[in-house]
């Protein structure tokens, strides 16, 4: 009989694209995917540590997961539970010591390994042993041992090209959990891209920590190949119409990749670009290696290559010493800048990063005041972007039925969730849909009638930055 896997995952889409993998993995080993934790054989984690509150939602997944498993146990059922991702990456066996319940371990680069890890941990759970912990930096490559995929990924899907930061900004832990950057060869990206496509996927949204430093062996030609020369291969495939990718640093941004935005119509106007902060001097203490006008020079480069495009960001406020006036600088540049949307966190220290170690912290009341001023400002141009598209046609890759019967959702180029009333034959396809009305956090719209004229307006720069 199949045995249920149940994954959770936590925070960024890498970790949404390894948890796919995971149980690509699990497949050939008899293990189904499920969607509740009640029944499944094996839970697993897959969790996030980039701040303390991710880390914490973690542990107290966990003291729930023991009642369940208790529970299982009275009724005679074995259930294992596996901690995955970057939290296991930092702290390997203390997860072990602070819940016990716990049987297995293991770190964004030993998933591959998960079938053995999985025979080792019953094996322990029987004798009564302690948990099974594999966080290694193996030398072998990770995606070298990755079967194929074993199901269609969906008609919108994630693909991986790269791993691991060097970028060392002071706050982060990424390039401690994830380890130092890594580029896939261009040749496997496409040929997984292509069975992607074949599998029905239509859009593709190549993944990475620092996904624009990618520079993997190139496909022909010999050397490597940048961001930009990846796009344009991928671009080539016949039934993929649209390429995103996540998530970028300013300083990787060249020149190839800024010409692909202006010559590949595939690659769609919507780019996360994260910035943290407009104040130099913090930006500096972050060691982002970029000033705030290297970064709008950046954005102005993108906007002469691609006019439509729209831009997201994150943000840090309360940083180590930061001042009323940096943090004034930071509502300047995203005044200036004006975003469809951006995330923005209060800082948060974490062990091992030198930020953790810089004096000068930002009383929490602070943070809150900047936090709540920012994101008013980040929301009221979010209102702003998606009330300009009020008139607009846009092409929309319906994802999913909405929760009223009748209505599909899904996503327009410039990211917005779109709602329409659509049949059901439309999942999966792209079509053209006349937007109705702007919403703070989605667009509502109609499906255009075949026949009628449509052609797709771009945003006019004056929706861009209001407030
Ligand atoms: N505190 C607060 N926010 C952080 N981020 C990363 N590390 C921290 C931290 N220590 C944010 C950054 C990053 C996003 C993924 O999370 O803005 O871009
Ligand atoms: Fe973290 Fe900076 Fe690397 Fe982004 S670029 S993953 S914030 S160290």
């Known amino acids: 009989m199949a045995k249920k896997l149940f994954v959770k995952t936590y925070g960024c889409q890498m970790n949404v694209y390894d948890s796919t993998r995971m149980v690509d993995v699990m497949a050939p080993h008899g293990y189904e995917p499920g969607d509740s934790p009640d029944d499944a054989d094996l839970i697993i984690l897959n969790t996030c540590h ?8 973690v542990y107290s997944e966990l003291g729930r997961l023991r009642a369940l498993k208790d529970e299982a146990a009275r009724q005679g059922r074995k259930m294992l539970i596996g901690v995955a991702g970057c939290v296991a990456q930092a702290e ?3 997860i072990a010591r602070r ?19 999985v ?9 009564g042993g302690a948990g099974v912990v594999d966080t290694d930096f193996p030398a072998e490559a990770k995606f070298d041992h990755l079967p194929e995929e074993s199901r269609s990924q969906g008609a919108a899907a994630f693909l991986s090209v790269q791993e691991g930061c060097d970028k060392f900004c002071t706050f982060c832990v990424v390039p401690y959990t994830r380890g130092a950057e890594f580029s896939r060869p261009a040749a496997d990206v496409l040929v997984e891209a292509r069975r992607m496509v074949a599998g029905g996927t239509v859009e593709i949204t190549l993944l990475g920590q620092n996904v624009n430093a990618y ?12 961001l930009g020369r990846l796009v344009r291969a991928l671009a080539e495939i016949d039934g993929l119409e649209r390429i995103r ?13 800024i010409a692909a935005h202006r010559d590949v119509p595939e690659l769609m106007p919507y780019l996360h670009l994260p910035v943290q902060s407009g104040s130099d001097r913090i930006l500096a203490a972050m060691n982002r290696k970029h000033t705030a006008e290297a970064y709008r020079r950046i954005i102005d480069r993108l ?21 009323d006036q940096d943090f004034v600088e930071t509502l300047r540049l995203v005044r200036e800048v004006g975003y469809a949307q951006a995330y923005s966190f209060k800082y948060s220290a974490r062990p091992g990063t030198p930020a953790a170690d810089m004096g000068d912290a930002v009383p929490e009341t602070v943070k809150t005041e900047r936090l709540t001023a920012l994101q008013q400002l980040i929301g009221a141009q979010q209102i702003a972007f998606n009330a300009g598209a009020t ?6 890759l319906f994802e999913r039925r909405g929760n009223r019967a009748g209505q599909l959702i899904g996503r327009g180029p410039w990211m917005q969730s779109v709602h329409a009333d659509a049949p059901d034959r439309m999942l999966g396809r792209i079509v053209p849909v006349r937007i109705l009305d702007g919403h703070a956090n989605s667009l509502s719209g109609a499906v255009v009638v075949v026949g009628e004229t449509s052609t797709e307006r771009t945003l006019p720069p004056a929706e861009r930055a209001i407030a």
């Open 245 to 257: 990718y996540t998530t970028s640093h300013p300083r990787d941004v060249d020149d190839e990749l």
């Open 99 to 117: 819940a016990p319940t716990v049987d297995l371990v293991f770190g964004p680069q030993t998933y591959h390994r998960l079938p053995e890890l």
């Open 92 to 94: 390997g066996e203390e």
């Open 215 to 226: 520079h993997g062996e190139a496909a022909t030609g010999g050397g490597t190949w940048g």
């Open 303 to 323: 906007r002469d290559a691609r006019p439509d495009l729209a831009f997201s960001s994150d943000f840090i406020v309360g940083f180590p010493g930061e001042t």
């Open 391 to 396: 008139g607009s046609v846009q092409s929309v």
């Open 50 to 57: 980039i701040r303390e509150k991710a880390t914490e939602k």
């Open 119 to 127: 025979v080792r941990a019953l094996d322990r759970s029987l004798s």
